[in-house]
């Protein structure tokens, strides 16, 4: 049973093209989390929800828009893709935040923008 | 601003030998949570360790134990008798709840035969 599933795996698309990446999380948590890994490995917080609502929005182009339908997904839309947008996109989750419930992390969706 | 950092980019031990990957953080809070991720090839981050900052106890999790000393900011993990399935990215987080987690750069860790 996978906790956090996000789709697809891998994306290849040209820039200037629209694309979405689902996630899921069947855990019951209420927080979900965009992170963006870049090519230097570096783990950078995009947005985070609770209850379907947004919590956290770090200074993330406008052309990336989250939507959250109900607590269990949170999907993230990128319009007009650009180069630099090529990264790991991992989506996340977690019960509230605090050690008792660490992040649960899906295994990522790799998009390369050509 | 919290920040991370992990100053050992790569780490390199030989199977069955203990290493320690640094990680130091820079907080004005006193209630906070430290986080050891592991990324294997495989790309999955997985929870390896973690820490409540009001607890003195060091955790620990079979060979995975951390030297937390909070008035260094200093949060190192030491990894006993590693294996080579012990081979990823390990990455140090901070959490200062609710709000985000945030990670530090990443230590390579190469584990050789």
Redesign the interface.
Known sequence: DTAVSQTPKYLVTQMGNDKSIKCEQNLGHDTMYWYKQDSKKFLKIMFSYNNKELIINETVPNRFSPKSPDKAHLNLHINSLELGDSAVYFCASSQVSGVNSPLHFGNGTRLTVT | AQTVTQSQPEMSVQDAETVTLSCTYDTSENNY?L?WYK?PP????I?VI???AYKQQNATENRFSVNFQKAAKSFSLKISDSQLGDTA?Y?CAF?N???????G??TRLQVFP
């Open positions: 949570y986080f990324q495989s790309r999955q981050m929870l973690r820490q409540e990215m990455f959490m709840p609710p709000d985000k987690l945030i990670f750069t990443g």
